[in-house]
């Protein structure tokens, strides 16, 4: 039987803000000496009132904004009740039924069998090794809402026994999390999610969205249908859920996404169904592990939080909040119509906001967009080395000295494609975008004063 892999995704994102979510302590915890930023409110203390952070609903609003959410007009905070160490209070505030922002979506990339390769899985779950990328695909997003973080355990050994720790300085932090709907259909799709969410939010400049650090946690639902049924339906959902907690990088959901597909894959085969259950990755042996039986909503007995009034928003003030900078996308297009740039080159250069912050200054100043777009990416300038002015008068100095000798070029060329058989070999199968990383090799070996339209040219005569 073939299979659909279903999967959800939920992004937990610390935001950088000078305090906590409902109390005045400094939400600065990484390498902090532990306990050392907590008071009554984040240490749970009977009587102590929680005062919620504007700044933080804000940047919240912003994040729902930026991935096309509809705003509540009112909205509250819960109690989400549940018995943990790291819980001192019993209970964690939340949003339930009312969250900030709903109902929004992000465009990804996408591949024509929207399943990716799982090293070794067969065809059951529709491997296509010459899957086509289409434009893109539209991923759903549920809801975005506010919550606060919960304190961190360590682990260690104190006096020759095993401990668990307690550091409340994480406590309080504003947390966002971000759903999406059941939709996401392999790894891949998964890890393009995640990896333009990341790029969106430190547009924002609202979390530094540092998985190592953990101020970006996602937590992974999934489960397996049968292709036979159709899709389009929520009742065609399965009727089991598995969900994978506290994954802190990329290479580690797509490891553990791929584990989970084929666990499942042989449960089914076998006419078993896998247990409704919260799981662990296990970095190290590479595989997921039980936890604990899965929790469903009512499990965590919801009800308003008594500490902290209804917020409402007038129209005005919604829009005032929904002000966001030119996100990634939308800089990336503008690239292209008003400096004529190839999609390539104007993608690289909006990775990130200081990047294409720094070309455009550039360009201002004086500067040749197309040909300063290529300094900045062949080159790899380090941004902090030149003002936008002397990298003007750098870049007129790289083109006095330009390598336009087609005999020349034709031999380093040669000799870059002889060191690079992987590069031409994925370029032959169609991943024509590797013609960058070649043109790169090429600048690399002439100090970078080849020519790179005439680099270009003979590079693509000699591929084909």
Known sequence: MDYLPIIGIEVHVELKTKSKMFCGCSAHHFRVKPNTHTCPVCLGLP?????PNQKAIEWCLMIGKALDCQMSEESKFDRKNYFYPDLAKGYQISQYDQPFCKSGKLQISS????????????????INSKSKILNSKQIRI???HMEEDTAKLLHKIVRGEKVSLVDFNRSGVPLVEIVTEPEINSSDEAIEYLKKLQQIIRYLDVSDCDM??????CEINI???????TVNSNEELPKYKVEVKNINSFKFVKKAIEYEIKRQMALLEKGETPLQETRGFDENRQKTYLQRGKEEAHDYRYFPEPDIAAIKFQNSKILKLQKIPELPDKKRERFIKAYRLSEYNASLLTVDKQRADYYEDIVKAGG??????????NKRIDINKFNPRELVRYIQKQKADKVSD??????VITQVLKNNQKAVMDYKKGKKEVIGF??????KETGGKADAGIVRKLLLEKLT
């Open 406 to 411: 087609k005999d020349q070029l034709g031999q």
């Open 47 to 51: 009587g102590a009132l929680p005062v």
């Open 368 to 377: 040749d967009a197309r040909g300063t777009a290529n300094v900045i990416i």
């Open 142 to 144: 549920n809801r975005v």
């Open 212 to 217: 190592e650090k953990g101020s970006m946690r």
């Open 223 to 229: 489960s397996l249908r049968s292709k036979q049924k």
């Open 111 to 126: 591949t024509k069998s929207q399943i990716t390769a799982f090293g070794g899985i067969p065809s059951k779950c529709g």
């Open 438 to 443: 070649l043109m790169g090799q090429v600048m």
